[in-house]
């Protein structure tokens, strides 16, 4: 099975796809924000993520002595 974060709808989730070729499979419901980074721990039980907004900000400097 493979574990992705994908962003459909405008949501970010994490989903999971058998690597038989059956369909993905949606494994969090969450909000919009999207998922930054995820992994599982040791035993496969949990699942640890991180979601936020991504911002930035642009600045242009002239005439800088």
Not at 28 to 43: A, G, K, V, Y
């Amino acid at each position: 099975m493979l574990a992705y974060a994908d962003k459909q709808e405008g949501i970010g989730n994490i989903w999971i796809r058998p690597l038989d070729g059956s369909p993905p499979r949606q494994l969090t419901h969450w909000q919009p924000n999207p998922i930054l980074s995820f992994d599982w721990s040791r035993d496969g039980k949990w699942l640890a993520y991180a979601s936020g907004t991504l911002t930035s900000d642009v600045v242009r400097i002239s005439d800088a002595r």
